[in-house]
């Protein structure tokens, strides 16, 4: 068991980041800060509209960018994703490939999805995303050597709406309990959580051992006020749950308690992929026995690195081991 850190299942999307101004943003009718989901004819004419405003293209999506957050922190992880048969699904594997992540990523006829992250001055990002051939993952795709070697199966919210390839996920949920990977779930959009909160309350309660969130999508979830009850509901029954909480740091509960880990001095320039980059850290040191205090306090340390960055990722050169190593626990502070 462990040959992966992570086993990953998301939509593979090509990120597409553009500095705009709010004049823009609100010309192109998009609610600021937003996620909208568009189809392939409103993606095609809505990229020569921002082209000249682009400053970054390269593969993305919440599950990749954890994934490869993961081996930049030092870990192995690999993933599963359907891609289109064109340009932007040859350039996803590619990156994936480059950034050392083990990709299984079957191509079907359909456009590869796209996502459009609009930034606008103050760091605020505007999503406009296509999912395309992302929603065509089957059981049949999934590479269940790696999943049943990995510490951890890491699912996000979209997995659940039936748009997407939510029977793929069901699947890689009955072989990941059957091989005793453990399963995380990351619930990445609040429209996600307040439209299908029954079901993502359910897999809550009654499948998955870490549950991350922001404050938002918290307490959406468990209908609570604060961050604090809704993390302390969200970790009842053994489960690990964390909540970001941005510049304020994030909430960790486990055990019937509740930490406060303080937030990590960085100059935000694009928050795009900071949750994602938590989950990484996070997931990194439990899958090392760490406590999960600890394994908190990497999670927000390693957040803190990408949104000192234009885009969803570190450059393909960052090497986070020392990052990692610092915040490792002496051996005897482990726990399993």
Not at 173 to 193: F, K, S, T
Not at 202 to 223: D, G, K, P, W
Request: proline content about 3%; hydrophobic content about 45%.
């Amino acid at each position: 068991m462990g040959s992966f850190d992570l086993y990953s299942i998301c939509h593979p999307l090509y990120d597409i980041q553009a500095e705009v101004g709010d004049d823009l943003l609100q010309t192109l009718g998009f609610t600021k800060g937003g996620a909208h989901m568009v189809d392939h004819e409103v993606q095609r004419t809505l990229v020569p509209r921002i082209y000249e405003h682009i400053v970054n293209a390269e593969s993305g999506g919440s599950g990749a960018n954890t994934a490869i957050g993961i081996v930049q922190l030092g870990g192995k992880a690999a993933f599963a994703g359907r891609v289109g048969e064109d340009e932007h699904g040859r350039l996803y594997a590619e990156g994936l490939r480059t950034r050392r992540v083990v990709a299984n990523l079957p191509a079907s006829p359909t456009d590869t999805g796209i996502c459009i992250v609009l930034v606008t001055p103050d760091a605020q990002r505007t999503m406009v995303t296509y999912l395309g051939a992302s929603t065509l993952l089957t059981e049949r795709d999934l590479d269940l050597d790696h999943l049943c070697s990995s510490r951890f199966l890491y699912l996000t919210s979209y997995l659940f709406d039936e748009s997407g390839p939510s029977a793929a996920a069901r699947a890689a949920v009955r072989h990941a309990e059957a091989h005793g990977v453990r399963i995380a779930l990351a619930l990445c959009d609040a429209g996600v959580v307040e439209r299908l909160r029954e079901p993502l309350a359910e897999f809550c309660a009654q499948r998955a051992h870490v549950v991350i969130a922001n404050e938002q999508e918290s307490c959406l979830l468990t209908e609570c006020g604060t961050a604090d009850e809704a993390v302390a509901l969200m970790s009842e029954g053994g489960r690990i749950a964390a909540v970001t909480l941005g510049s304020q740091g994030a909430l960790v509960g486990a055990a019937g308690s509740v930490a406060a880990i303080p937030a990590t001095a960085a100059k935000a320039v694009d928050r795009t992929g900071a949750g994602d980059m938590f989950s990484a850290g996070l997931l990194y040191g439990l899958a090392r026995g760490w406590h999960p205090d600890q394994a908190a306090r990497l999670a927000v340390a390693s957040a803190a690195q990408v949104v000192e960055h234009l885009g969803a990722r570190l450059p393909v050169c960052a090497d986070l081991s020392g990052l990692a190593a610092k915040h490792a626990p002496r051996v005897q502070e482990r726990v399993h």
